[in-house]
């Protein structure tokens, strides 16, 4: 079932959007539930759309994968000769502009290794039916834009399906002959059919409710395994505060009587926001301070959050189509961002974001899948839910905020659900929402849904001596990108600050600007280029540029070295100063890249950056840990004109020796004063304490005195939580310590029956930075915790050795790439979505070095002479293209 043979390759087009024929006001399902076949009952209420500008076209049905018994209209049998099929749909003539339409199906759950529309997962059966998963469970217009009230009638075995769960609320329940049970469910909100859902089996549960702002009471459950049942405590709190918050912050309250979660260890992707019936990867939902560590525990609680921020930007309101899926993802995404920025560190939760963006949808920009916010043509959806649709989506999000404030933003948001509540929308009805509320005109804002790659900002300064101005120049460029063509101008949040000779912040005034003097200025960018002029600064006053990351950007202006350096130290913008350190650390490994051996002097003054955040005690420790960062291998690779992995891996690790070697003092007297015997706290200090004691660690790791290796096996050996624990394993394992294999070893034997745990172990060895990890790749694969049909394996595994460890995927002989193409073949038949995120890791072997070019391209080609998935087709067909000059 995995393949969906009859789609074909042709793009679908955004201009080519046409209304839907029909309407379905009204659908009754009952499902007859059993693990490998079952029969699904619909009842449709179809009506032809008045404003459909298709008046006569027949009724249209999507389907994959189906058995069908039998099809009926206003209940009279529709014969094989009164309907036909066309790709995945079937096609229906004569039906009457308003009637019933009814199908009979057959569907097997445990054969569907897809994980997409109804499948068996452990003793469960659950739904993935977004984007187009719906169609595997019944005929429908599998579309966003058909909006459906739902009625569902579950039926099964209450020995193996006690838990019977679908939308809405729980309206009938009983018995059955034969030792079955059956429950109904009825959700009052229209929906489209991505956001049906079930969840059946032997599930246990804890339950909570919520008082919500108008009063109303909201029965909460979070469902799992039964041995799971003392991991969910963080998970339902972390569900209440994201209640409670989006009340406050923009006034948006729950509208059902249940709200439900459920974990699985089977989904291909992190949780899905069905409307009052969330699906969850287990790894999202399940969190003690044993098994998991603090990042754990925060991705637990910004994904539950997320999903629930669903409820109303993205169920309430919905996408029209699946063009316009920032509409709701890079919207949703911004709001967890905000609610994680509110309730924790602001400033370390935006430079987690920004390094996130830089990491992985800036690549993203410059690759073969290049692609808009709202892409305008795909062959294959589910290749769309990227790092630019989601993360880069947010960022022009939040543009918005900055550009119209906190106030401006509600305003907005207010009348967008105001207009739309309960309908299927556009980004375009976001922006004029935006817009019409404030009395601004955003029309140039929208070319940021069109443009297609990462804008550049070039800054400049001079000094009008004459005038006793500052001059700052700005100019925009797009990169060449056929979409980008004569789209003109972006409308560009800069935000700016300056610094004295003594790096203390100065309040500039801004000629001709509507404020006073103030530290940071928000400038408009909306010509291709411009200038500013500021009053009350020096010649020498330091810029500091596009503070708090204030545009999706590639920024270039010329500082020095030691005015980096400068920046790293003292920049009062938290941002700013990660980035003036991530920049010094780019340009003395770019350097070092290009020797043969050696880095050059100038790593001093990075070291000396290093030292001052080390030895500031009033410095917010987990902002500490953010600023004792380097640029990654990946990112480094990014802005090499020609990729060495080689070279890239042994000037970052030289650098690392360097910076270890010239700081071991400092970071062990950071470390031995944040170590503590004290218990395990979720305290936000306790949280920060231990963040950057560990990021000490790590650092020592690299050190040519393996002395620290002693240190990291007493933390592993005294831990009582995850976090430090999995912080010494990870510096013995990747820090090749001698005590490596005994701490893994432990760490099996302690962990094994746990399997989100056991994909730690997989990925810290997955992820060792040494070629030899090729020959262990095979091995992990055969260890009785790893199965290639279960997506979280499946990514410790093969996807940490092929996106987190490049200098072993691209080992020189090519042994990496061999393996990973194997194993993308062989699943692919079974999972093709899982496939087609491992096959983005050859999507840049044109920027390598012409050995493993051609290495990479050939295994792209022998993928490509074989049947693939449309998913797995899209993206090697993206890769093989021509590489624009």
């Known amino acids: 079932?995995?393949?969906?043979?009859?789609?074909?390759?042709?793009?679908?087009?955004?201009?080519?959007?046409?209304?839907?024929?029909?309407?379905?006001?009204?659908?009754?399902?009952?499902?007859?539930?059993?693990?490998?076949?079952?029969?699904?009952?619909?009842?449709?209420?179809?009506?032809?759309?008045?404003?459909?500008?298709?008046?006569?076209?027949?009724?249209?049905?999507?389907?994959?994968?189906?058995?069908?018994?039998?099809?009926?209209?206003?209940?009279?049998?529709?014969?094989?000769?009164?309907?036909?099929?066309?790709?995945?749909?079937?096609?229906?003539?004569?039906?009457?502009?308003?009637?019933?339409?009814?199908?009979?199906?057959?569907?097997?759950?445990?054969?569907?290794?897809?994980?997409?529309?109804?499948?068996?997962?452990?003793?469960?059966?659950?739904?993935?039916?977004?984007?187009?998963?719906?169609?595997?469970?019944?005929?429908?217009?599998?579309?966003?834009?058909?909006?459906?009230?739902?009625?569902?009638?579950?039926?099964?075995?209450?020995?193996?399906?006690?838990?019977?769960?679908?939308?809405?609320?729980?309206?009938?329940?009983?018995?059955?002959?034969?030792?079955?049970?059956?429950?109904?469910?009825?959700?009052?909100?229209?929906?489209?059919?991505?956001?049906?859902?079930?969840?059946?089996?032997?599930?246990?549960?804890?339950?909570?409710?919520?008082?919500?702002?108008?009063?109303?009471?909201?029965a909460l459950q979070i469902h799992s395994e039964p041995d799971s049942l003392d991991r969910l405590a963080h998970a339902m709190g972390s569900l209440k505060r994201a209640m409670r918050w989006d009340e406050e912050r923009f006034g948006l309250e729950y509208d059902l009587d249940v709200?439900?979660?459920?974990?699985?260890?089977?989904?291909?992707?992190?949780?899905?926001?069905?409307?009052?019936?969330?699906?969850?990867?287990?790894?999202?939902?399940?969190?003690?301070?044993?098994?998991?560590?603090?990042?754990?525990?925060?991705?637990?609680?910004?994904?539950?959050?997320?999903?629930?921020?669903?409820?109303?930007?993205?169920?309430?309101?919905?996408?029209?189509?699946?063009?316009?899926?920032?509409?709701?993802?890079?919207?949703?995404?911004?709001?967890?961002?905000?609610?994680?920025?509110?309730?924790?560190?602001?400033?370390?939760k935006r430079i987690q974001d920004v390094t996130d963006l830089i990491a992985r949808q800036m690549p993203e920009d410059a690759g073969p899948m290049a692609h808009p916010?709202?892409?305008?043509?795909?062959?294959?959806?589910?290749?769309?839910?990227?790092?630019?649709?989601?993360?880069?989506?947010?960022?022009?999000?939040?543009?918005?905020?900055?550009?119209?404030?906190?106030?401006?933003?509600?305003r907005g948001l207010d009348l967008y659900f105001q207009r739309h509540d309960g309908q299927a929308v556009t980004c375009d009805d976001f922006l004029a929402a935006m817009g019409d509320a404030n009395g601004r005109d955003l029309g140039r804002f929208e070319r940021w849904y069109r443009q297609v790659g990462t804008p550049t900002v070039r800054a400049a300064t001079r000094f009008d001596a004459d005038?006793?101005?500052?001059?700052?120049?700005?100019?925009?460029?797009?990169?060449?990108?056929?979409?980008?063509?004569?789209?003109?101008?972006?409308?560009?949040?800069?935000?700016?600050?300056?610094l004295d000779a003594d790096n203390?912040?100065?309040?500039?005034?801004?000629?001709?600007?509507?404020?006073?003097?103030?530290?940071?200025?928000?400038?408009?960018?909306?010509?291709?280029?411009?200038?500013?002029?500021?009053?009350?600064l020096q010649a020498d006053a330091l810029p500091s540029l596009l503070r708090d990351f204030s545009a999706p950007v590639h920024l270039e202006y010329d500082w020095s070295l030691e005015q980096l350096?400068?920046?790293?130290?003292?920049?009062?913008?938290?941002?700013?100063?990660?980035?003036?350190?991530?920049?010094?650390?780019?340009?003395?490994?770019?350097?070092?890249?290009?020797?043969?051996?050696?880095?050059?002097?100038?790593?001093?003054?990075?070291?000396?950056?290093?030292r001052a955040t080390l030895s500031d005690p009033a410095l917010d420790p987990a902002l500490a840990a953010e600023l004792l960062s380097l640029p990654s291998e990946a990112e480094l690779a990014e802005q090499c004109e020609q990729v060495d992995p080689e070279a890239i891996h042994r000037a970052r690790t030289d650098l690392a020796t360097y910076l270890a070697d010239h700081l071991t003092a400092e970071l062990n007297a950071v470390f031995q004063r944040l170590d503590s015997d004290r218990a395990w706290s979720a305290?936000?200090?306790?949280?920060?304490?231990?963040?950057?004691?560990?990021?000490?660690?790590?650092?020592?790791?690299?050190?040519?005195?393996?002395?620290?290796?002693?240190?990291?096996?007493?933390?592993?050996?005294?831990?009582?939580?995850?976090?430090?624990?999995?912080a010494a394993l990870r510096a013995l394992v990747h820090g090749n310590a001698d005590e490596a294999d005994a701490a893994l070893a432990d760490f099996a034997e302690r962990f094994a029956d746990d399997a989100l745990v056991m994909d730690k172990w997989f990925a810290v060895q997955a992820t060792r930075p040494d070629p030899a990890v090729a020959e262990v790749l095979p091995k992990l694969m055969e260890h009785p915790a790893f199965s290639l049909r279960n997506p979280n394996k499946v990514r410790a595994v093969v996807g940490g050795f092929a996106m987190a460890n490049p200098v072993a995927f691209h080992r020189a002989d090519g042994a990496g790439y061999r393996q990973v193409a194997d194993i993308i073949a062989q699943l692919d038949v079974i999972n093709p979505q899982v496939a087609a995120r491992l096959a983005a890791a050859f999507a840049r072997w044109q920027r390598y070095e012409p050995g493993r070019a051609e290495r990479m391209q050939g295994e792209l080609e022998r993928l490509a002479g074989g049947r693939l998935s449309p998913d797995v087709g899209e993206i090697v067909a993206a890769a093989l293209r021509p590489a624009k000059r």
């Open 467 to 498: 005038q006793g101005e500052l001059v700052l120049s700005l100019e925009q460029s797009l990169p060449e990108h056929p979409d980008n063509a004569d789209l003109g101008p972006l409308l560009i949040p800069v935000a700016v600050g300056f």
């Open 683 to 726: 305290d936000a200090a306790e949280i920060a304490r231990r963040r950057l004691k560990n990021i000490a660690l790590h650092w020592l790791s690299a050190a040519s005195d393996r002395t620290w290796s002693v240190q990291a096996e007493a933390q592993y050996r005294r831990a009582d939580n995850m976090t430090d624990r999995f």
């Open 1 to 218: 079932m995995a393949l969906r043979a009859d789609q074909n390759s042709k793009p679908t087009l955004r201009r080519d959007y046409h209304p839907p024929a029909w309407l379905i006001d009204q659908a009754e399902l009952t499902l007859k539930l059993d693990r490998d076949t079952t029969r699904v009952h619909a009842r449709l209420f179809v009506r032809r759309n008045p404003d459909s500008d298709a008046s006569r076209a027949p009724l249209a049905l999507a389907g994959v994968g189906l058995t069908t018994r039998a099809v009926r209209v206003n209940g009279n049998p529709v014969t094989h000769g009164q309907r036909r099929h066309e790709g995945e749909e079937m096609i229906i003539g004569s039906v009457p502009d308003q009637a019933e339409v009814e199908t009979e199906v057959e569907i097997a759950p445990s054969a569907n290794t897809a994980l997409e529309g109804l499948y068996a997962a452990g003793n469960m059966l659950l739904t993935q039916c977004e984007p187009e998963g719906f169609r595997k469970i019944t005929w429908f217009p599998d579309r966003p834009d058909v909006m459906t009230r739902f009625r569902v009638r579950l039926e099964g075995s209450r020995s193996e399906f006690p838990v019977l769960l679908s939308n809405g609320n729980c309206i009938e329940q009983g018995e059955l002959d034969g030792g079955e049970h059956y429950a109904v469910w009825e959700d009052p909100f229209p929906k489209p059919s991505y956001l049906f859902a079930i969840a059946a089996g032997r599930l246990a549960s804890i339950s909570d409710t919520f008082i919500t702002a108008s009063g109303r009471t909201v």
């Open 259 to 348: 709200y439900h979660i459920v974990a699985t260890h089977d989904f291909n992707m992190g949780a899905m926001e069905n409307k009052s019936l969330n699906i969850f990867n287990a790894r999202y939902v399940l969190a003690d301070h044993e098994t998991a560590t603090d990042a754990d525990f925060e991705a637990v609680e910004a994904v539950i959050a997320h999903e629930y921020f669903h409820n109303w930007t993205g169920n309430r309101v919905t996408c029209r189509d699946w063009f316009q899926l920032t509409l709701k993802e890079g919207l949703t995404v911004f709001r967890d961002q905000e609610f994680t920025s509110d309730l924790h560190s602001r400033p370390v």
């Open 565 to 610: 350096a400068r920046l790293a130290g003292f920049d009062p913008d938290a941002v700013n100063r990660w980035r003036a350190g991530r920049r010094l650390a780019e340009r003395i490994l770019h350097e070092g890249i290009k020797r043969p051996a050696g880095l050059p002097d100038t790593v001093a003054l990075l070291a000396s950056a290093w």
């Open 373 to 410: 916010v709202r892409p305008e043509r795909y062959v294959e959806i589910n290749n769309f839910y990227t790092a630019t649709v989601y993360e880069k989506g947010a960022e022009v999000v939040r543009m918005y905020q900055t550009l119209l404030g906190h106030d401006g933003f509600r």
């Open 504 to 536: 203390r912040p100065l309040q500039p005034v801004l000629v001709g600007g509507d404020t006073g003097p103030s530290e940071t200025v928000l400038l408009v960018l909306d010509r291709e280029r411009e200038e500013y002029r500021f009053r009350g």
